[in-house]
């Protein structure tokens, strides 16, 4: 079993779709989420990061972290074609330990 | 906000030639810095994490003496890829932990490096 699970994907939602990211970990040591965005031929871009539990907004993107389920979501209103990419779930011990990746999951976004 | 600034962001040598990578840390310190490899569709595969002013440390499988990686100043990292070969060919992305820098969390990323090797 993976540390991290993350469906591949791809997804393809229309535009304006809400769409909704998830992974699942092994490792109750992990405090720390972070969900990354990456373009092709480009390098990973933070998107939201939280510490422990709870959920997190800024803007159209909604992260949430269920600890107990070993759990975290990405969530993003109103999806538009420039959100099409690669989202990265990652996770680490603490704030300076190795990250651990999911596989990511390939989105589109159609007009 | 906390940026890594990668070069080169694309490079071809030819087999047998050494290739450096360099990462800067642009606005903050990078006591640390972490290398990736990532195959096409593929996610980021850690290759070794170095320390300011110590030995870096190789993931499992991956030859310390082909990728050479120095971490001479808070502000510098680079990986070497020495005697290349075409299955060298391949991704390379570094980063860093913000440490709360100026409010900024999390792990910022290189532009990555596509390096092609013929």
């Known amino acids: 079993q993976k540390e991290v699970e993350q469906d591949p994907g791809p997804l393809s939602v229309p535009e304006g779709a809400i769409v909704s990211l998830n992974c699942t970990y092994s490792n109750s040591a992990f405090q720390y989420f972070m969900w990354y965005r990456q373009y092709s031929r480009k390098g990973p871009e933070l998107l939201m990061y939280t510490y422990s539990s709870g959920n997190k907004e800024d803007g159209r993107f909604t992260a949430q972290v269920d600890k107990s389920s070993k759990y975290i979501s990405l969530f993003i209103r109103d999806s538009q074609p420039s959100d099409s990419a690669t989202y990265l779930c990652?996770?680490?011990?603490?704030?300076?330990?190795?990250?651990?990746f999911g596989t990511g999951t390939r989105l589109q976004v159609t007009l | 906000g906390a940026v890594v600034s990668q070069h080169p962001s694309r490079v071809i040598c030819k087999s047998g030639t050494s290739v450096k990578i360099e990462c800067r840390s642009l606005?903050?310190?990078?006591?640390?810095m972490f290398w990736y490899r990532q195959f096409p569709k593929k996610s980021l595969m850690l290759m070794a994490t170095?320390?300011?002013?110590?030995?870096?440390?190789?993931e499992q499988g991956v030859e310390k003496d082909k990728f050479l990686i120095n971490h001479a100043s808070l502000t510098l990292s680079t990986l070497t890829v020495t005697s290349a070969h075409p299955e060298d060919s391949s991704f390379y992305i570094c980063?860093?932990?913000?440490?709360?820098?100026?409010?900024?969390?999390?792990?910022?990323f290189g532009s990555g490096t596509r390096l092609t090797v013929v």
């Open positions: 980063s860093a932990p913000l440490l709360g820098t100026d409010s900024n969390y999390g792990y910022t």
């Open positions: 170095s320390n300011e002013g110590s030995k870096a440390t190789y």
């Open positions: 606005d903050f310190q990078a006591t640390t």
């Open positions: 990652a996770m680490s011990v603490g704030t300076a330990s190795k990250l651990t």
